[in-house]
């Protein structure tokens, strides 16, 4: 019995120490992270990465160099008016699709028009594969998003189910089997000349891997 007792601990210490939460971002470089696409910029400022809108027809991403399958994602984001951002997750890069252009599932992050806040989007390839704006969720996205302050952002992807949440209110809950693994990225969206300097920044950047459980 002790035997046992003493077995089950040990399983359960793994356990634990597989479901610790990694930290994506330091919070003063950018180590751990790559540049792809168009020519917004990154740089870290006062514990945050900070994006910076470039006239520009190409989206900018900002991406893991690992990657990851299952997964729980928290971070905290903030977004000047007018412009277009989103957090991609299981996503790609790669010569043969493309040329190289980023592709994947990204959670929408509008302030534009906050109903999209948290709808999920697939980047480069099917267009909205979760749009609520024209629901009684799209409608919750809206009151729960915090303009010129900070927001916080949960992605949750576990097999096929991806859940999100803006400011603790839940957004998308659906089904969808396209990708099972990829890296996650911050993007800059393509802006006119007349929102170039605009800025988004994401800070508290962390990442609760589930794959191995």
Do not use: C
Not at 47 to 65: D, K, M, Q
Not at 128 to 137: A, E, K, Q, Y
Request: avoid cysteine; hydrophobic fraction near 40%; proline fraction near 4%.
């Amino acid at each position: 019995m002790k035997f046992l007792r003493a077995l089950a601990m040990v399983f359960a210490f793994f356990v634990v120490a597989k479901a610790e939460t990694v930290t994506l971002f330091d919070g003063q470089t950018l180590d751990g992270w790559r540049k792809l696409g168009g020519p917004a910029t990154y740089e870290v400022e006062d514990g945050a990465i900070v994006g910076t809108y470039v006239e520009t027809s190409e989206n900018t991403f900002l991406a893991t160099e690992a990657e990851y399958g299952d997964f729980v994602l928290d971070l905290d984001f903030k977004i000047d008016p007018d412009v277009n951002s989103g957090i991609q997750f299981r996503s790609h890069s790669t010569p043969d699709y493309k040329n190289g252009r980023v592709h994947g599932y990204q959670a929408e992050i509008d302030p534009a028009d906050p109903r999209k806040m948290g709808g999920v989007y697939d980047e480069a390839r099917r267009g909205w594969i979760h749009d609520v704006r024209d629901t009684d969720i799209g409608t919750s996205a809206a009151k729960a998003f915090k303009p010129d302050d900070w927001n916080h952002l949960r992605v949750e992807a576990i097999g096929d189910r991806i859940r999100t949440w803006l400011n603790d209110v839940p957004i998308s809950d659906f089904r969808d089997d396209r990708d099972a693994s990829g890296f996650i990225a911050l993007q800059v969206h393509s802006v006119p000349a007349k929102f170039a300097g605009r800025k988004v920044r994401w800070k508290n950047l962390k990442l609760e891997d589930k794959s191995s459980q």
